[in-house]
């Protein structure tokens, strides 16, 4: 049973940065996607970057030159680098290995002044 651990959120202001990892329970970055997820309240939840195995890296619009996703595969560890947050940023953010059911329990992040 593979297990998803993400951590890092928190309140930071507009404009600020904030950097979210997700740990997984074994080796399985190695030979597989992953994806960053977020849901605001209302809203549909939405894939934000994603890495391949190869660690080539995609982002929607939105966030492309402000968030920058990354992989250690020694640390079983993806992360998320957010910079430059705006108030629309805010949401659960989740990590997910792209096509399965593996997903992390989120980490909130509010931007806020």
């Known amino acids: 049973q593979v297990q998803l651990v993400e951590s890092g959120g928190g309140l930071v202001q507009p404009g600020g940065s904030l950097r979210l990892s997700c740990a997984a329970s074994?080796?399985?970055?190695?030979?597989?996607?992953v994806g960053w997820y977020r849901q605001a309240p209302g809203k549909q939840r939405e894939l934000v970057a994603d890495?391949?195995?190869?660690?080539?890296?995609n982002y929607v619009d939105s966030v492309k030159g402000r968030f920058t996703i990354s992989k250690d595969n020694a640390k079983n560890t993806v992360y998320l680098q957010m910079n430059s947050l705006k108030p629309e940023d805010t949401a659960l953010y989740y990590c997910?290995?792209?096509?399965?059911?593996?997903w992390g329990q989120g980490t909130q992040v509010t931007v806020s002044s």
């Open positions: 074994g080796s399985i970055f190695r030979s597989n996607a």
């Open positions: 890495i391949t195995r190869f660690g080539t890296t």
């Open positions: 997910n290995i792209l096509g399965s059911r593996y």
